[in-house]
């Protein structure tokens, strides 16, 4: 992913993907995740993905050049909302670019009847939860977590579901 270390905010489009952006999507997702160490593999997969954006729908930034930059999962569920897999370039985090699609995700749930939106968060990454209390969202329950992919031998991982009004 070539992308510069700072972001014009005045040039950043956000904007539905689509399949084209599959490739450059699961480059930034599998960068961006490459920190969960504690997990074996890639976060996501080509055929993944293409289930999930026929599930919900991918929201993408991309810069001045059209570099994607950061990417987020939305789904509706009735009248809640889903967010998931956000992702923002390394190089960039810090930014308020997660803030910038945390918000647009949001509006866009918020625009097709969700009253409400759930998070879940990993919880072997600890340091996500601040950043989304900070976004407005408080701490609801626990779920069991179920992935391919396998924990590093001696890892306990649980999901922590997070929720905000919309």
Do not use: W
């Not at 480059?27 to 160490?37: K, P, Q, R, V, W």
């Not at 009847?113 to 919880?123: N, P, R, Y």
Request: proline letters at 4%; one cysteine or more.
């Amino acid at each position: 992913m070539d992308t510069p270390t700072s972001l014009d905010s005045s040039a950043l489009r956000v904007r539905s993907a689509t399949a084209a952006d599959r490739p450059a999507l699961l480059s930034l997702i599998n960068t961006a995740f490459s920190i969960e160490t504690f997990l074996d593999g890639t976060r996501t997969d080509d055929a993944h993905l293409a289930d999930m954006m026929e599930k919900g729908s991918i929201l993408v930034a991309e810069n001045g050049s059209g570099g994607l930059v950061a990417s987020i999962y939305t789904e509706v569920r009735g009248r809640r909302g889903y967010l998931g897999m956000l992702a923002v370039d390394p190089a960039l985090q810090g930014s308020g670019l997660a803030r910038r699609l945390v918000t647009a995700a949001e509006d866009c749930l918020r625009r097709q009847g969700c009253a409400a939106v759930d998070i879940t968060v990993l919880s072997q990454r600890t340091e996500l939860l601040p950043l989304y209390r900070r976004f407005g969202f408080v701490e609801t329950g626990r779920e069991e977590f179920s992935t391919p992919r396998t924990l590093t031998p001696g890892v306990e991982c649980y999901c922590i579901v997070m929720s905000k009004e919309l």
